[in-house]
């Protein structure tokens, strides 16, 4: 498994355009910049591309100014469609998605449905920002990459604000700390919005207040793994343990699921269990991956 690290840079002008399907361009990425690390955070590979833009041709100065790039330099570009295969195949079938904040994978999307290219392959991220704010001052703030670069410790030698560049710097300041914490610990639920995750394909999500324990709850019928779609209980099933709060299940019946169990305490005496269940796929596959190969399996009695 391989983390590929992401970042765009992009440019606009008024008024936006609007497509025949209704789909307002928001920003037109011109830039993408990459940079995968292997599971021993080494940079293995960069990829870099220009785009040259089919709708906002003229770049506004202060992007200008920002980011180094010229209409001159895009002139030489290639197409989105050309940029995003060629992205998607380097990119490989397993890996952990980062980027730096939550804007660039929105901004992907809009210009992938604006240009009309398949979004399907995306996969889906954790934001490196959240998970650093977590495990640094925790205090709900987007910190710069600037910012989290000095507390790393990393020189600023090459510009920011290019894609390749601030790539390369995000993917050696998730090597500065513990991002494998962060991404085993972030929840779905839990936390501000800067520790919190969305994993796409959650079938069915349950609450209980009954147990004080994780294990407790995995022994009960509430916490049997169970099909979405039939009701009945999981084949084949495997549980880990992820840590004292987060247990997993994965087995099969009319699909692929995986059960995430998390405990915490809500007040002095009420804890809160939820259960979900998701469908796995490739867009979710390689997180559950990631959290069983660095959990313990664990036999729970039902
Ligand atoms: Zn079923």
Not at 28 to 56: C, L, N, W
Not at 109 to 114: I, R, V
Not at 164 to 187: H, K, P, Q
Not at 189 to 205: D, L, Q, S, V
């Amino acid at each position: 498994m391989n983390y590929v690290v992401l970042d765009m840079e992009w440019n606009d002008t008024a008024p936006k355009e609007v497509n025949d399907s209704g789909i307002k361009l928001v920003h037109e990425i011109i830039q993408v910049g990459a940079a995968k690390m292997d599971e021993k955070h080494r940079i293995i590979d960069t990829f870099s591309a220009y785009i040259k833009p089919r709708v906002y041709k003229h770049i506004r100065d202060d992007v200008t100014m920002l980011t180094g790039i010229t209409e001159e330099m895009l002139s030489s570009g290639n197409d989105i469609k050309k940029v995003m295969e060629a992205f998607r195949l380097w990119c490989g079938d397993d890996f952990i998605f980062l980027t730096w904040g939550p804007d660039d994978i929105p901004v992907l999307q809009n210009n992938l449905e604006f240009f009309g290219i398949s979004c399907d392959w995306i996969p889906f991220y954790f934001n490196a920002q959240a998970l650093f704010n977590v495990q640094t001052e925790n205090k709900g703030r987007a910190y710069s990459l600037e910012y989290a670069m000095e507390h790393c410790n990393i020189d600023n030698n090459s510009r920011l604000h290019d894609a390749l560049n601030d790539a390369v710097y995000t993917a050696r300041v998730c090597a500065g700390f513990d991002i494998e914490d962060g991404i085993v610990s972030s929840d779905e639920y839990e936390g501000t919005e800067f520790g919190r995750i969305e994993i796409p394909n959650n079938e069915k999500r349950e609450i209980s207040f009954a147990f004080s324990s994780i294990e407790e709850a995995a022994e009960s019928r509430f916490g049997s793994p169970r099909c979405p779609e039939c009701g009945r209980v999981l084949r084949d099933v495997i549980w880990y343990r992820v840590n004292e709060k987060k247990l997993i299940a994965d087995g099969y019946c009319c699909g692929d699921y995986a059960v995430v169990l998390t405990n915490r305490r809500v007040s002095e005496k009420t804890f809160e269990t939820v259960k979900s269940t998701y469908a796995i796929d490739r867009i979710n596959e390689a997180y559950f991956d990631f959290l069983e190969e660095r959990a313990e399996e664990t036999e729970i009695w039902q």
